[in-house]
């Protein structure tokens, strides 16, 4: 799988846009790029994922460039319960192996 | 719909004692089953997955081990803890080869003094 960069923490108003970058430019033709999220003590939450094409759901949105090489999750509005470590994994669909790196810790402030 | 259960929550445990993790999924069928764990300030580390009943994958080697003898059921086991077991262990299944994405328990944080 391709290996992803992200900033260690980013800080976010409370109701503004959260923007999360995460760099692969290692990533594959078959490769996709998946968020997920942390709380505190708890289990991952997945978020969304794609290949090519921006995707949006009740969640986020996934913005991918086109030479796929970077990508950035957004949090349209958020809230103080979207503190939490957020990873990008960027994988094969197929494999079974997934790695998580160390992500990056969004805090929002009220 | 599909959840998952993992127990106990936490638990602390001497070293050199045994240790037995179960996880259940419930509301699918032959699911892959994935054991990881997290030390403090740490990402995910994979430590095994299971593509069904019996068949076990190894990602590191270590003082654990882990068995599938039902097809919703993975337990993660120790004969003999060791202070680096501790952590956050979380057990995940995943949903569907096209989608391929993988839903987690709440986890289980062990104590091993």
């Known amino acids: 799988d391709a290996k992803t960069t992200q900033p260690p923490s980013m800080d976010c108003a409370e109701g503004r846009a959260a923007n999360l970058p995460c760099n692969h430019s290692?990533?594959?033709?078959?490769?996709?790029v998946y968020w997920y999220r942390q709380i505190h003590s708890q289990g991952p939450q997945y978020i969304i994922h794609g290949l090519k094409n921006n995707e949006t759901n009740e969640m986020a949105s996934l913005i991918i460039t086109e030479d796929r090489k970077s990508s950035t999750l957004i949090l349209p509005h958020a809230t103080l319960r979207d503190t939490a470590v957020y990873y990008c994994i960027v994988r094969v669909a197929a494999g079974n192996q997934f790695y998580f790196g160390t992500g990056t810790s969004l805090t929002v402030i009220p | 719909s599909q959840t998952i259960h993992q127990w106990p929550a936490t638990l602390v445990q001497p070293v050199g004692s045994p240790l037995s993790l179960e996880c259940t999924v419930e509301?699918?069928?032959?699911?892959?089953l994935y054991w990881y764990r997290q030390a403090a300030g740490r990402g995910l580390q994979l430590l095994f997955y299971s593509v069904g009943i019996g068949q076990i994958s190894s990602e590191v080697p270590q003082n654990l081990s882990a068995s599938r003898p039902q097809d919703r059921q993975f337990i993660l086991s120790s004969k003999k803890l060791l202070l680096s077991d501790s952590g956050f262990y979380l057990c995940?299944?995943?949903?569907?080869?096209?989608?391929?994405?993988?839903?987690f328990g709440a986890g289980t944080r062990l104590s091993v003094l």
């Open positions: 509301g699918t069928s032959n699911p892959n």
């Open positions: 290692t990533i594959s033709g078959n490769e996709y």
């Open positions: 995940a299944w995943r949903e569907g080869v096209a989608k391929n994405i993988q839903y």
